[in-house]
């Protein structure tokens, strides 16, 4: 029998990249659309998988809503991965945020509960419930210290998936995610808007990058990689918390560079500006992840270099801007 998996945040980054991992090893993938007035399917289009999924509309919000589409496809595996991502909007959504970050996985847990114990529950936390983090390398065992209401919400999900896990005996497994890009990342996170910028620079379309704090400092790694992290969590023989990185750490200037120098700009300090309003009211300044709970348990590894990352996103946007220009 087709075993079947929900997914949330269908048409996010994660989701087209999961289902179409899924979809290869013979899932039938439901994906969950909150109604809005506009549906963007740009990034199931872009891994050409829109037709494979099927859709239902439904929102993490709503307790009974995911209780009915839970009771009507009874999926093996739910997916998680629906959330409010931006980390610099969550001071002035923060309800919002809340809502979905916090309130939807606990939503999808009393839905599962009450539908069938039995079905998995993936949870996509998140690298920034470490914040500004004492310890210079995080693992599962680093104390938390959430420095936004983006990743004070996140924490809420995490342990409210712990808590399932162990008041009910279920299957609900944490992702710790290190940040994780691809060119279908959203324009407004850091990478995606330096790919960008620097192809549109390249092609005489925009003049400057604008900027915030070019010091901080991340483990990137390419979600294509990550989404089969999310699956063999699932596969594992008990459910646990995993953190999902690449053991390595690049600051923006470094990304940056590599972007420019992609497009043979070398001089690229004279195409960034820097607008305060792109500051955060408290930045995470240093993450870097030990994923080695991961290769010694779920023998998952990264197979994409920073280097290699960067090239692709520039690459495509640079496809893709120069196609336009035709
Ligand atoms: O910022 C700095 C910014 O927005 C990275 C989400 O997927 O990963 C992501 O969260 C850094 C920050 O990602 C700009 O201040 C400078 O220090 O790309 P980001 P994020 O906040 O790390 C984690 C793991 C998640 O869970 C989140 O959902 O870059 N930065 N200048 C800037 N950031 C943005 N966005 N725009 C700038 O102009």
Redesign the pocket.
């Known amino acids: 029998m087709k075993k079947r998996a929900l997914v949330t945040g269908i048409t996010g980054q994660d989701g087209p990249y999961l289902a179409k991992l899924l979809l290869e090893k013979n899932y039938d993938v439901y994906g969950l659309l909150p109604r809005r007035s506009k549906q963007d399917f740009y990034n199931l289009n872009y891994l050409s998988i829109k037709k494979d999924v099927e859709y239902v509309v439904g929102d993490v919000t709503d307790y009974n809503c995911m209780h009915k589409v839970i009771s009507k496809i009874k999926p093996h595996e739910v997916y998680n991965l629906a959330?409010q991502?931006?980390?610099?909007n969550s001071w002035e959504l923060s309800s919002v945020t809340s809502d979905i970050n916090a309130f939807g996985p606990l939503n999808i847990l009393n839905a599962i509960k009450n539908v069938d114990e039995k079905i998995k529950f993936y949870q996509a936390s998140?690298?920034?419930l470490y914040g500004n983090s004492c310890e210079k390398i995080q693992n599962e065992n680093t104390k938390f210290e959430p420095s936004s209401p983006?990743a004070i919400a996140?924490l809420y999900a995490y342990w409210m998936t712990v808590n399932f896990r162990k008041s009910y005996n279920m299957f609900c497994t944490n992702g710790i995610?290190?940040?994780?890009e691809s060119p279908i990342r959203g324009i407004?996170?850091?990478?995606r808007?330096i790919s960008d910028g620097v192809a549109q620079i390249k092609c005489g379309k925009q003049k400057y990058l604008?900027?915030?704090?070019?010091d901080?400092k991340?483990d990137w790694g390419f979600a294509g990689d990550y989404v089969e992290a999310m699956w063999l969590m699932m596969q594992a023989e008990k459910p646990d918390d995993f953190v999902v990185a690449t053991n390595t750490q690049f600051s923006?200037r470094d990304f940056l560079r590599l972007a420019f120098k992609e497009v043979n700009i070398s001089n690229w300090e004279q195409y960034i500006k820097i607008n305060k309003d792109?500051?955060?009211p408290v930045?995470?300044?240093s993450?870097c992840g030990n994923y080695n709970k991961a290769k010694n348990t779920l023998g998952w590894v990264p197979k994409t270099s920073f280097k290699e990352l960067v090239q692709l996103m520039v690459r495509e946007d640079l496809k893709r801007h120069e196609k336009q220009n035709i």
């Open positions: 959330a991502s931006f980390v610099g998140t690298s920034e983006y996140k995610l290190f940040n994780h407004e996170f850091v990478t808007k604008t900027l915030g704090n070019l901080a991340r923006i792109f500051k955060r930045d995470v300044n993450l």
